[in-house]
């Protein structure tokens, strides 16, 4: 199933302890060369303490990392990668020019390539006009969009991205994507930590979920997505209110959850439950103002997997 | 880890680059200037205004005290400060081994020692003093200011993300060593366990080749002055990596 490529990522029973705390267990995962990989899981599972130790900021306890064939954490592995740490700033004292030259020295990029990546990298980004500014001036957004043109200054092979739309508002954060789109499709491996499954649903190929230090799901989110089972659903709203446990007592439904004016209802079987829900409506003498059958989402998936249940 | 020649000259210039950053941030300020030059300068003259010394008797002390306190103003705070501001993880993603961020960092605090330490010289000369053996001076300094800027590495270790507290360290350390190191009195003035104690301070020395160079009249001989500041410098570089290599990671 994951044999016939040359893999950007190549993890094995990696592991991290905090004291007691064991942070991430003996993990194991494989990202394709050239694929956004999605790396999901709720607060403290242990996604960022696997970017660090990808990216060479910490050391793991147990187990190997590989990216593109070195080491995580040697300098071969840091040269070819760039990062977008989770809680990292630029240096707020610097403009941005300046942050984008310091990485370049750091990377070792020759001064006219870094100028000439730069130039070209601030007019992507739509920064061009305030490279001369603080970065203390700069709104979240820009800060975000800096941090990802200080990762790509050294022209990586392999990208990390953690959280990178955390706290982002709408358009900034739907830029960010559009960029790692184009950014993938110039041949770049990209990984990335999410909680936003639309985010990770629209951008990656494959996605992780790990769950207190554990992986519990590696597929496409598609596959996740269909892999729940009874996670399939009515979102239905009716004339007037409805008493829930009226609606729980109608065969077929598993669950039924209340949001705002609407009733989703969980059923192994949708188009069954359509047609109860319409008796159920004649039998109250009311109108259902709205009635759509969904499909189980990767935020169904995810919360199936994170919360013990099972696929 | 064994570096190649290459990777050592790429890692040393990425070093430099850090150094630059740290001056540019944290060094160019107007407190870390008045904190480098006039606290020293106010805080000696309060001992020596009144007691009718000659100026080459003073500027050693002077010196002394400039080259001490630049050199460790702001080393032991810049990597809280990294920690802090959340640069610190940038960083440590950086093809950079952990040895070149804090080479860097001893970097800027001694190149802004070594600049700031022309400030008392250029009094020096400006009031007609006579330096008697620049070179050997001018090694001296080079040697003190790299000596207590890997001092003030060591102090950074402490993992901690607020400045103040490091700050507040670095303070009860740095006062007693005036003390003890023949600044205001030279060190042939002090009873004998006062001259005993003074050996434990890196500034020792350094004043005392300041007192060859403008008094001749040192109290140690001149190797022994060299090969303690380089014998304290090693020590001081390979502590101050040792500790922050198993600090470092737990500032993130």
Redesign the interface.
Known sequence: METNYNPAIEVSQLTKNYGELLAVDHIDFRVETGAIFGFLGPNGAGKTTTV?ML?????SDEGSAQIMGHSAGS?NA??I?G?V?E????????SGW?NLM??A????VSKDDAHKRANELLAKVELASRKGSLVQTYSKGMKQRLLLC?ALISDPQIL?LDEPTSGLDVQSARFIKNLLQDINARGKTIFLTTHDMDEANQLCSRVAIINKGKIVAIDTPEKLRMAISGKHSIEISFQYKVNTKDLEEIAGVTEVRLLGDKCRLYTPDPSDLAIRLVDYSKSKQMKIVSLNILAPSLEDAFVALTEGGKP | MTLSKTVLLAQTRRAFAIAGKDIRIYYLKGPVVIFGILFPAFLYFSFVVGRNMDADVMLPGLLGMVVFFTSTSISPAVTPMETASKTLERLMSCPVTPHTIILGDILASFIFGLLISIVPIIVSLAIGTSIQYPALLGAGIILAAFCFSAFGMILASVPTNKPSTVMLLTVMVKFPLLFISGIFIPLGELPSWGRIISRISPLTYFTDIARHCFQNQGYLPIYIDILALIAFTIAFVFIAMRLHLRTMPRRI
């Open positions: 660090r990216t060479g900021v910490i050391r300098l840091k040269q990668a990062v740490p809680m990292a700033n630029a240096y707020l004292d610097l300046n310091l990485m020295k750091l990377y070792g200080m990390f």
